[in-house]
């Protein structure tokens, strides 16, 4: 989250909606690491990455669930699965 938090203060966001929006995330970050066993959690690596670009690319803190599709979409090419009822399923 430190990433996103200095990322969001480079590109100037205004913190809105901040707090909701930072708990769905580390909500998100905690079912990669559930679904995901390996012990470097590439896949909260792989998301925040995406979500710091998409801060610069677009001037705005993608959204709760597109962070969750990025989530979703990480599991599934690296071959785990996701339920629809999960978080990242939904």
């Keep these: ?4 938090s200095e990322a969001e203060s480079k590109e100037g966001l ?3 909606d901040r707090g909701d929006q930072y708990e769905a995330y580390e ?7 559930d ?3 390996d012990d470097d959690d590439e896949g909260v690596a792989v998301v925040t990455d ?20 990025r989530g979703r979409k990480f599991c599934q090419k690296s071959g785990y699965e996701v339920s629809d009822n999960d978080w990242l399923g939904a």
Aim: charged share 35%; net charge positive.
């Design 50 to 69: 995406w979500i710091v670009e998409q801060m610069r690319s677009t001037g705005e803190r993608p959204s709760s669930r597109a962070v969750r599709q």
């Design 14 to 16: 205004r913190d809105d």
């Design 27 to 33: 909500r998100t970050f905690r079912a990669l690491e």
């Design 35 to 37: 679904i995901t066993p």
């Design 1 to 4: 989250m430190q990433r996103i």
